[in-house]
């Protein structure tokens, strides 16, 4: 009976930990009275929410494995290049960084009236893990605030402009 | 024995005192400006610089400054600075904001081709850059005009936001090729647009007998700014008499559709192109 009971305390703590390690970002949308000059359909709305959230997916995939071709599904124009050219840099130095996205407060602020442009506010928290020659070195917290511009393309919004603005948000300390 | 472990203990606790590290670092720089980060403490250590921006990895001696190049780092965004001892890690973020000065537009016109006289017919959006192709997120006078040969241009100034600005502006009254530019700073981007005449405004028909048959044809075709409605427009002439009704489209030709159609005692006679109609006539045999 105690063996059972230790058994099944055991799998709760595993799967609690594998939950955690794989959770989905928690996610706020906000599309302000004064959004536009297009209007937004619900489903366009959805659409770049899920799209932008999977470019986080996307850019955490492609730093942590040094493979630029992970960006292809989920960026375009000069967000992609930029990323490419930090996949090249942490190839060079021989590091990876994984970005964990905890939560995202998304709000819209611009669509461009032909609906070939949506901006997003994005007031996200996640994890940076830093490995060094494929080990782990550190991981930081950070609060930022990033400025994405998507663009419809194929099958998919995708990620053309992608930046943190500055001075928003606030971090922890490293812990190792 | 307790003594020896208590100097042990101390000696251990010294030394990670010692080579504990901290870092110092700038909370904002601009891109295209040297990084200084100041460390604090002793020995040997790895500082690294991460984020969507940029990556790097230098060795350094703990105590002295760290100077990053501005050719390392010019992506605008958050990093995080890791310097990480045998015995220490510590971490500090910092942002790298555009340059002020705009050096380049991303600029987006629509339609490429539209009607004259369109209200909000013409929509521009234009991206604001920094030399190293970041966004400028601080707000600029973005200037936008818009330019017909031989007309006043259209000029209008809006503030950008995050590093956009947009206008909507109507098409202008004239048919022709405009020019559409947006400027900022250093940064300029033009766009042709081509206007066409709008639709028909005033349909008008005029029959003769020419034969056996009657020859319609049309007043010079214009919409309601004067512009000559485009050759090759379609206008349909249609005949009804005795209970049936028989059409012919005719294509503009220099302003001008024409067409011979039976000439029926008692017809009446229609024109219309695309949802303009125009007058009615009725042929009574030449009364």
Known sequence: ?176 | MTRSCTIGVVLSLWAQWALAAGIKVPKIVQAGQAISINTEGNGEGHLYIVGPGGALEKTVQIGTEVLIEPDEISNAGRYTVFLITSTSTEASDFDVVSSPEVSSLSFLARPSRLPVSLRDGIGGVAFVFDTYHNLVLQSHSVHFQLTLPNTAPEIRTVESHLGVAWVQMDSSAHAGNASFEATVGKGTSLRILEQVPADACQLRMSARPVGGRLHVQTEPLRDCTGNLVADGTIVTFTEIYDGNRSTVDAPLKNGIAQADIPANKGAVITVAAGEVLGNQLRWNGGQ
């Open chain 1, 1 to 176: 009976m105690q063996l059972a009971m230790v058994f099944l305390a055991l799998l709760w703590l595993v799967t609690n930990v594998v939950a955690d390690s794989v959770a989905q970002p928690v996610v706020q949308v906000e599309v302000p009275q004064s959004f536009g000059p297009r209007p937004l359909e619900d489903q366009t709305k959805d659409a770049v929410v899920r799209d932008y959230l999977k470019c986080w997916n996307r850019m955490s995939q492609a730093l942590e494995e040094n493979n630029a071709a992970a960006l292809d599904t989920a960026f375009t124009g000069i967000a992609k290049e930029k990323l490419e050219g930090v996949v090249s840099q942490q190839q060079k130095a021989n590091i990876t960084a994984s970005y964990r996205d905890r939560s995202h407060h998304i709000t819209f602020v611009f669509y461009s009236s032909e609906g070939l442009s949506i901006q997003v506010v994005d007031d996200a928290e996640y994890d940076v893990e830093l490995s060094d020659h494929g080990k782990m070195q550190a991981t930081h917290h950070v609060k930022a605030r990033y400025v994405a511009v998507l663009t419809p393309t194929e099958v998919s919004w995708k990620v053309r402009m992608f930046q943190a603005d500055a001075n928003v948000g606030d971090s922890a300390t490293a812990k190792k």
